[in-house]
């Protein structure tokens, strides 16, 4: 079975660049995680998708960050204009629905994102 | 106060010793509580989900649980160089509009051969 896909591995941006990444969940996996993981820290939730709903983006900065799942499969987070403390690994996560799912979530590779 | 806490380490263990790692929760009504490994330069991986008062046993790894003091560990016996890595506690909270899974900083272990 494949895994959660990432896209790219590694980006490299001067700040005020915009910047996307790209996400195909595991197969059957309804919910969808974006996170993002600064060094030292634990991945803190960006936003959550049920199929194609956002159901939490709480923890979404609204005004520069924007997400997508629009076919209920793959997602796409944005970012524009990025700023210097934008630097970080974005992980995408999948999970099967339900509440057995919550907690057993699936990681990709993440991307490592580095704004100069 | 933060709703997932963890001692940063690093936690040091000679190989074939038994590696105990804590990690407490403010949420008094949580009720899923899990272990994720992450070797360097990797994504988290789920080891160990715990939901019961108590201990539950995988091979190597055992979770325990105590929800009166609002504690979890996870400890691994016969510690293996190959185990050296960082383990995040994860806890699902009911703070907010919807649950969401909290990610303690992690506890970096390195057991030495």
Redesign the interface.
């Known amino acids: 079975e494949a895994g959660v896909v990432q896209s790219p591995r590694y980006k490299i941006i001067e700040k005020k660049q915009p910047v996307a990444f790209w996400c195909n969940p595991i197969s059957g996996h309804n919910t969808l995680y974006w996170y993002r993981q600064n060094l ?6 960006l936003i ?1 998708y049920e199929n194609e709903e956002a ?2 983006d ?1 923890q979404l900065p609204k005004d520069r960050f924007s997400a997508e799942r629009l076919k209920g499969v793959d997602s796409t987070l944005k970012i524009q204009p990025a700023e210097l403390g934008d630097s970080a690994v974005y ?1 995408c996560a999948s999970s099967p629905s339900g509440l057995a799912g ?9 991307t490592r994102l580095t704004v100069l | 106060q933060k709703e997932v806490e963890q001692n940063s380490g690093p936690l040091s263990v000679p190989e074939g010793a038994i590696a105990s790692l804590n990690c407490t929760y403010s949420d008094r009504v949580s009720q899923s509580f899990f272990w994720y490994r992450q070797y360097s330069g990797k994504s988290p991986e789920l080891i160990m989900s715990i939901y019961s008062n108590g201990d539950k046993e995988d091979g190597r790894f055992t979770a325990q649980l105590n929800k009166a003091s609002q504690y979890v560990s996870l400890l691994i016996r016969d510690s293996q160089p190959s185990d050296s890595a960082t383990y995040l506690c994860a806890v699902i909270s009911h703070r907010g509009a919807t649950n969401k899974l909290i990610f303690g900083t992690g506890t970096l272990l390195a057991v030495q051969p």
């Not at chain 1, 030292?40 to 939730?45: A, D, T, V």
């Open positions: 030292g820290q634990g991945p803190e939730l959550r159901v939490d709480s992980l919550e907690g057993e979530q699936f990681f990709g590779p993440g």
